[in-house]
T-cell receptor
């Protein structure tokens, strides 16, 4: 049973550049989440997909952020015109269908550094 | 509004000591779920336990135990006979029925020295 995978693991970019991250959930999981974690803080919810439908977005997700899950499998998170404040760990999690509010399984994260 | 408070920023213990990590939560819902996750230095969040609001039974899993008390809105986590491998940041989290997101506390860093 492979876990949640994320790519890349690390990304360094210059301010103003666009970046895209990918998340591959556990295969039978239909729910996928994105969180952001800054140093010394807990993860903060960004957005949530059930299959290919994006059902909830946090106010943290400014219009420079966009997430997709086109076929209900992998997901991408794009940040346009990156700012230094976007530097953080971006975590993806997935959850299987069925039992209410069962646990989310997290990937290793993508650490973004904006110079 | 949902909120999780982990007042202990960092705890240092010596191996074999018992340690309790505190978690206090706020929610207006009567049905909700509580979680603990471990984040070792590698960074990946590891699920430890889930509790729903109707189940106040304490739980023990090996050296780990959890004390859920609705009267004080607390869900505390105890590690018995701590080991160096327990060194990590531990997060308590909450989710409400119908909402899918987890709301995390700020975490407690546990340092276990030999």
């Amino acid at each position: 049973d492979t876990g949640v995978s994320q790519d890349p693991r690390h990304k360094i970019t210059k301010r103003g550049q666009n970046v895209t991250f990918r998340c591959d959930p556990i295969s039978e999981h239909n729910r996928l989440y994105w969180y952001r974690q800054t140093l010394g803080q807990g993860p903060e919810f960004l957005t949530y997909f059930q299959n290919e439908a994006q059902l909830e977005k946090s106010r943290l997700l400014s219009d420079r952020f966009s997430a997709e899950r086109p076929k209900g499998s992998f997901s991408t998170l794009e940040i346009q015109r990156t700012e230094q404040g976007d530097s953080a760990m971006y975590l993806c999690a997935s959850r299987r269908r069925g039992e209410s509010n069962n646990e989310q399984f997290f990937g290793p994260g993508t650490r973004l550094t904006v110079l | 509004a949902q909120k999780v408070t982990q007042a202990q920023t960092e705890i240092s213990v010596v191996e074999k000591e018992d340690v309790t990590l505190d978690c206090v939560y706020e929610t207006r819902d009567t049905t909700y779920y509580l979680f603990w996750y471990k984040q070792p230095p590698s960074g990946e969040l590891v699920f430890l336990i889930r509790r729903n609001s109707f189940d106040e039974q304490n739980e023990i899993s090996g050296r780990y135990s959890w004390n859920f008390q609705k009267s004080t809105s607390s869900f505390n986590f105890t590690i018995t006979a701590s080991q160096v491998v327990d060194s990590a940041v531990y997060f308590c989290a909450l989710s409400e029925t119908g909402f899918q997101k987890l709301v995390f506390g700020t975490g407690t860093r546990l340092l276990v020295s030999p």
